[in-house]
C-alpha cells in the first residue's frame, strides 16, 4: 500500500462565485450555484501526484458549443514573498460539477513541494458567454485553499466580489495563482491586488487598473494592452525576442551601443544573425558604437590608422565583416528579401561625450534622407544591456576574425554565452512622440552635431516626456560642448577644470526624484554604485522607514586570500556599500564570476513607478556620458507619479523588474548578503557632490584622444 501524507486545511476561501444564469442559457440547477470549492488536496509520499476534490460551479458547466476551461495550479510560497507554480493541469471539459483531479508533478518539483514551508491550490473556472464573438472569458472564478507544509499556513484574505467580470472591483484582492489567461477584464479594478504565481496571458487589459498589482512571477504574454501601454523585456530569458523585433524591420535598423555583438546579434558567414538577416532581406543599417577612451594620439589620419589597428577594436571590425558579406549575399524574393543586400554603415560615436553608453535599436525610425521618420511600423528598444558577446571577434582567439568571427568565441571553460547573457531589462517603446526625440537626438549624433549646430541636445535638460538622458556638458564658460575631436574630458575622479560640473541632460535630477518618492519599498539594481548624491538619496529613503534593496555584482573574495581586508567567502569591501548597509540598506551580491552577471540599472518605487536605462550610478555616467532611460509606471494615469517625473505606462516592465529582482535576491550559493558588521569596518558618511569641482593640480584636460566621430578608419 502506497504511504500518503495530507496537506492539510489551513484556510478555504470561494472568491468568486458566479450568480444564476438567466434562464434561457443556464441548466435547470442552476438557481442554486455553489460556486467554485476545494475541497481537499492528497499528495503521495514522492510528491509527484497531488489529488484534488473540487467542486466546480454547477450555473456555468457548459453547454455543447460554449467555451469554458478548468484549471487547477500548485503553488510553492517562498519565505522570501515569492510565489512559485510548481504544477498546473488546464483542461476545457470537467467530469461533471464534483470531481477528484489529479496534479502531475515533476520530479525536480516535487522535491521542492516536499520541503515547502506553504502551499497554496489554486482552481480557476473561465466560462465565455454563448453569444460573445471576442473568444475570450467574461466569467471567472477563482477558489483558493491554503494548505501547509512544514511550517504554517498561508493567510489568505477573502475578497468582496463575487465573480470576475468586466466591471469587477478586485482592489487588493488576494488572487496568487489565478489562471486568468484570456480572460476579459475590461474595466476591472485589479489596483493593489496580488495574482502572483498567476497568468494574464492574451487577457483583455486594455481598460483594467493595474496600478501596483503585484504581479510578480506572472504571465503577461500576448496580453492586450492599451495603446499607451510599453512593453518589457527580462534578460536573458527575453533575449530573443529583440532578435525577432529586428525580423520585424520592413525598412531600416538603427542601434547606438557601448559594446555590441555576438553570435545572434550579428552572426557570421556560416551562421548569419539578426542584424545580418535584415541586411541580406534589403533592411538599412546602421551601428554608432563608442569610440573609446583608447588613448589615441591625436586626430590625425596616421593616428588613427595606428589606433584602429588595436585589438580592441577587432569585434567592431568583426562587426563591419559580417555585414559586408550579408551584402554581398542577398536573399531572393522567395526567402523574405528583394534580390538586393541592403546598405550598412559601422561607425564610431560623437566627440560631444566622454563615452557613447546608451543602448538603443531603432525600428523603421529614420527615413531614407537620414531624417527621423516615424510610422506604424516605428518601435524603439531601450535597454540596460549592449547586446555583446564577450570575446566575439577577438583575433587572438580567432587569427581569422574578418571573415568568421564567432569561430573563435570562446573561454577557456566555456563557449560563447548568448549575446544577452546578462541580467538587463528593454522597453519596447511605441509611443510616438517618444520615438521622434529618440530618433531626433540619434541622428544628431550620428551626424557628429555640437552644441551649437543642434537645437536638439539643448532641449533634452527640460524633456515633458519619460525620456530621461545624460546629455554631457558644457565648457565652463557655458558657450557650448568642448570642440569636436579635443582630449578626453575625465579620468577615474579627476574632473577636467574645463568644463561645468552641472550636466545638461536630467538623468541625474530624475533618479533623486524617483528615489526621494518612495514612501514603502524602493528596488534598486545597478551596475556601478558611486556616485555620492545617489547614496545619500538611498540612507535617507531608508533614514524615512522606507525598505530599501539593493542587488548587484561583486568580485568574492578567494578562499584564501592574503589581502586585508578582503575576508574570504565574502563580497569584495567596499565604502559605499559599508555606508549603505549602515544606513538601514539592504545590499544582495551576486558572484560577478560564477553567477548571473547583474548589469541591469533599474529602479522602482512602491511597486509604482520606475526607471530603466544605461545610467550607472557613477559622477561620469550622470554628467558626461551618452546615456538614455525611460521614466515607467503601472499607474492608471500616468499623469499621476508622485514625484512629478513624466512617464510612461509600462504595467509589463514595472513587473519584469520586479520579478526578475525578487528571483536575484533570493539565497543561493552565488548571493552574498553584504554586512559591513560582520565583515569590514564602518564605514564613513559620504560627502555630496560639491556644486564646483576643483581644479586639477595640474590644470589641464587629461591628453589622450578618442577615435574620431564618424565611419571606421581603414585598418593599415
Not at 496580488?194 to 496600478?211: E, F, I, N
Not at 550579408?326 to 546598405?343: F, M
Not at 540619434?442 to 557628429?448: A, G, L, P, Q
Not at 558611486?530 to 568574492?556: G, H, R, W, Y
Request: hydrophobic residues 40%.
Amino acid at each position: 500500500m502506497t504511504r500518503r501524507f495530507v496537506l492539510p486545511l489551513v484556510a478555504l476561501v470561494v472568491v468568486a462565485v458566479m450568480p444564476p444564469l438567466a434562464a434561457a442559457s443556464s441548466p435547470a440547477n442552476a438557481a442554486v450555484s455553489s460556486g467554485v470549492r476545494v475541497l481537499s488536496a492528497t499528495a503521495n509520499k514522492a510528491g509527484t501526484r497531488v489529488v484534488v476534490r473540487v467542486a466546480w460551479d454547477r450555473a456555468l458547466i457548459a453547454r455543447p458549443g460554449n467555451r469554458e476551461r478548468f484549471t487547477l495550479r500548485l503553488l510553492r510560497h517562498l519565505a522570501s514573498g515569492r510565489t512559485v507554480k510548481i504544477a498546473e493541469l488546464s483542461r476545457t471539459r470537467t467530469s461533471g460539477a464534483s470531481e477528484r483531479a489529479t496534479i502531475r508533478v515533476t520530479k525536480r518539483n516535487a522535491k521542492l513541494l516536499r520541503s515547502a514551508r506553504r502551499v497554496t491550490v489554486t482552481a480557476t473556472q473561465q466560462y465565455d458567454t454563448p453569444a460573445d464573438a471576442d473568444k475570450r472569458f467574461e466569467h471567472n472564478r477563482v477558489a483558493l485553499r491554503a494548505v501547509s507544509g512544514k511550517a504554517g499556513g498561508l493567510v489568505i484574505k477573502p475578497c468582496s466580489v463575487k465573480t470576475i467580470k468586466p466591471g469587477a472591483d478586485l482592489r487588493r484582492c488576494k488572487l496568487p495563482g489565478a489562471a486568468l489567461a484570456s480572460a476579459d477584464l475590461s474595466h476591472v479594478n485589479l489596483s493593489y491586488a496580488s495574482l502572483q504565481g498567476g497568468s494574464l496571458a492574451g487577457a483583455k487589459l486594455v481598460t483594467t487598473d493595474l496600478t501596483g498589482t503585484n504581479l510578480i512571477d506572472v504571465a503577461l504574454d500576448h496580453a492586450i494592452w492599451p495603446a499607451t501601454e510599453q512593453g518589457g523585456l527580462s534578460l536573458p530569458a527575453d533575449g530573443d525576442d529583440i532578435v525577432a523585433a529586428i525580423g520585424r524591420a520592413k525598412s531600416r535598423v538603427d542601434v547606438v551601443s557601448y559594446t555590441f555583438g555576438g553570435p545572434d546579434i550579428v552572426g557570421q558567414a556560416s551562421k548569419p544573425g539578426a542584424l545580418m538577416t535584415a541586411v541580406r532581406k534589403g533592411v538599412d543599417v546602421r551601428i554608432i558604437l563608442n569610440s573609446g577612451n583608447k588613448g589615441c594620439a591625436s586626430l590625425s589620419p596616421a593616428d588613427q590608422q595606428a589606433c584602429a589597428a588595436k585589438s580592441s577594436f577587432d569585434g567592431t571590425y568583426a562587426i563591419q565583416s559580417s555585414l559586408q558579406w550579408a551584402q554581398n549575399n542577398p536573399l531572393p524574393a522567395a526567402q523574405g528579401g528583394t534580390g538586393a543586400g541592403g546598405n550598412f554603415i559601422v561607425q564610431f560615436s560623437s566627440q560631444n561625450y566622454q563615452i557613447t553608453h546608451q543602448k538603443s535599436i531603432l525600428i523603421d525610425m529614420i527615413g531614407a534622407n537620414g531624417q527621423p521618420s516615424i510610422g506604424p511600423s516605428s518601435v524603439a528598444l531601450v535597454s540596460t544591456g549592449n547586446l555583446g558577446t564577450y570575446g566575439w571577434g577577438d583575433s587572438y582567439k580567432n587569427p581569422d576574425y574578418l571573415t568568421n568571427p564567432a569561430a573563435g568565441c570562446t573561454t577557456p571553460t566555456a563557449a560563447c554565452a548568448d549575446d544577452w547573457s546578462a541580467r538587463d531589462f528593454t522597453i519596447l517603446v511605441e509611443d510616438q512622440p517618444l520615438l521622434a526625440r529618440i530618433a531626433a537626438v540619434y541622428v544628431s549624433d550620428t551626424n557628429c552635431e555640437t552644441w551649437v549646430t543642434t537645437p536638439i541636445y539643448g532641449q533634452l535638460l527640460g524633456s515633458t516626456m519619460a525620456d530621461t538622458w545624460a546629455n554631457g556638458t558644457l565648457l565652463s564658460d557655458g558657450s557650448g560642448y568642448p570642440s569636436m575631436g579635443t582630449s578626453a574630458f575625465y579620468g577615474g575622479d579627476s574632473i577636467n577644470p574645463g568644463l561645468q560640473a552641472t550636466p545638461q541632460g536630467n538623468s541625474r535630477e530624475r533618479t533623486l526624484k524617483l528615489i526621494g518618492s518612495a514612501s514603502k519599498t524602493l528596488i534598486v539594481y545597478n551596475e556601478e554604485m558611486a556616485d555620492p548624491d545617489v547614496l545619500n538619496a538611498l540612507a535617507t529613503a531608508s533614514k524615512n522607514e522606507v525598505d530599501v534593496e539593493v542587488v548587484m555584482a561583486s568580485t568574492i573574495c578567494p578562499n584564501k586570500s592574503i589581502k586585508t581586508p578582503c575576508v574570504s567567502g565574502q563580497p569584495a569591501p567596499s565604502t559605499a556599500f559599508d555606508f549603505l548597509v549602515k544606513n538601514g540598506v539592504k545590499v544582495t551580491l551576486l558572484d560577478s564570476q560564477q553567477g548571473l552577471y547583474i548589469h541591469a540599472k533599474a529602479i522602482v518605487a512602491d511597486s509604482i513607478d520606475g526607471f530603466i536605462g544605461s545610467e550607472n550610478f557613477g559622477y561620469g555616467s550622470m554628467n558626461y556620458n551618452r546615456e538614455l532611460g525611460l521614466m515607467l509606471t503601472n499607474r492608471d494615469d500616468p499623469a499621476k507619479v508622485a514625484s512629478g517625473i513624466p512617464s510612461i505606462q509600462s504595467v509589463e516592465g514595472i513587473s519584469k523588474i520586479e520579478s526578475a529582482f525578487l528571483a536575484d535576491s533570493q539565497p543561493s550559493p552565488n548571493t552574498y548578503p553584504y554586512s559591513s558588521a560582520k565583515a569590514y569596518p564602518a564605514g564613513t558618511p559620504i560627502p555630496p557632490v560639491p556644486s564646483v569641482w576643483p581644479a586639477n593640480p595640474a590644470g589641464t584636460a587629461f591628453s589622450d584622444f578618442n577615435m574620431a566621430c564618424g565611419p571606421l578608419p581603414a585598418r593599415g
